[in-house]
């Protein structure tokens, strides 16, 4: 069972050999690492380097090898201005609130929403331990009457 047949070695030497002979294509600017042909053909430090230089307006050739195919970059002029965002007075109100309605400590995602709409820290999250105005014991009886709805037998006329 451990030997292997003749073919299977033929086919793991031309496997082997086939691995070994492909050459994947280095670094366009010789820094020895495998190249990506998506980034034209450079590693990614060096597409990278390329790039930040582009945009800074350094025309440096070592850096700047370009293919065929053209890299689409920003113009040094154009200025991005981030503003802090805005927020409505009216969304500010409808963002989550992440802590406790009992005692207003913060529960991130541990956080338990009761069946009253409320959310609540592990300590409260049962309805005995808040004030709960779910009322569980109407709800259980309207499931057991949906579940189980009464049968009546038809009346049978006597003869």
Known sequence: MAQRTEKEETEFKAALESLTTTTTPLCSNNCGVTANPATNNMCQKCFNASIS????????????????????????????????????????????????SGCRKKVGLTGFRCRCGDLFCSEHRYSDRHDCSYDYKTAGREAIARENPVVKAAKMVKV
Do not use: F, M, Y
Not at 58 to 85: A, E, F, G
């Open 53 to 100: 230089a582009a945009a800074a307006g350094v025309d440096s050739p070592s850096i700047l090898k370009r293919t065929s195919r053209s890299v689409n970059i920003r113009p040094p002029q154009t200025k991005v201005v981030i503003r802090p965002r805005e927020i409505d007075p009216v969304k500010r109100d409808q963002q989550t609130v992440n802590r406790c």
